[in-house]
């Protein structure tokens, strides 16, 4: 598995006096770290799992519940360079030339928090909402829940906890409601994934993934979890996968996190997880991982976190591609 990444952070509304103004630092590069998934089976069809977990459920109208974050604190920050106006928003005719725009094909309603309230009896906040759409379905899950519809918005599957995904899985700690959930579909594939991460950190932290056995979102799902890497300041701890974010690449799932070491460290992620092996169903689906520290690595040139590129057409990158990595950071 060849995996080549390439870097660019952005820098957003820097004055002429902020850090990056000066020369960068040099700082050594990470080294890759692999590693396997620790457990691989296959869960019972999403339309059996959903009607499974059904039942009623009487909470708080006023519970709102509230997904773990880290927020960051620490490091150097930007000056502000304030806000010096949005010359497209002044002209728009000139930066817009086409015709008017056309109706959307379907609009339905999706999740909501009164789904979360049906399920946990609480809501939750914030809503995280994602989704993506195949040849003949659309996904959507939220914070903390998910459901499959047809694209004449047909509801097939759920609202179900996101938890229940990973239903009688070996890593109980995927069974959580634990969140920021990610739902892409892979054209190369045919396949749909499903992910989120966890947070009970007994004490390590997992990036749970499932990929759909067909084309079929309402069937069954490959599951896999890929554990986060030791905090080395304080040994025992791991690192949490905050913010987790994926794309579909030629042979690989790209992965980034921004990583909170319950060991005071912090740092950002950048995985490419082994496709082929994982849209199979074989176990041991391997990871390799770039992680920059922040011991090492200046948090201003890391930004608020990187982004990877997402194939959305129908031409696959070349076999030597790198992978595009885009970072920002907000003053």
Known sequence: MKIAIVCTLVAIGY??????????????????????????????????????????????????????????DRGERAQDGAFSGDAAA?????NYSGGALTAPNANFEGLSNQDNFNLYGG???????VGAVGPNHYVQMINLAYAVYDKQGNRLVGPAKIG???????????????????????????????????TRGTPKYYNCVAISQTNDPTGAYFRYAFPTQEDTHVAGTYYFPDYPKYSVWKDSYILSTRDFGDGGGYGISVYALEKNKMVNGQSKARAVQFFLDSDVVPIYLMGDGL?????????????????????TMDN
């Open 15 to 72: 004055s002429s006096a902020a850090p990056l103004a000066m020369a960068q630092p040099r700082f050594k590069a990470p080294a890759p770290k692999f590693t396997v998934s620790l457990v691989s089976d296959v869960s019972p069809a999403l339309r059996d799992l959903a009607l499974k977990a059904r039942g009623p459920v009487i909470g708080d109208p006023d519970a709102v519940f509230v997904p773990p974050r880290r927020d960051l």
């Open 307 to 327: 982004l990877p590129a997402d194939v959305d057409g129908k031409a696959k990158p070349r076999n030597d591609a790198p992978v595009p990595i885009i970072g």
């Open 90 to 94: 002044a002209a728009p005719s000139q």
């Open 164 to 198: 229940d995904l990973w239903a009688g899985f070996a890593v109980e700690d995927c069974t959580d409601a634990s969140g920021d959930p990610v739902v892409l579909y892979d054209r190369f594939a045919d396949r749909w994934l499903l992910s989120q991460f966890t």
């Open 123 to 129: 809501r939750v906040n914030p809503p995280d909402v």
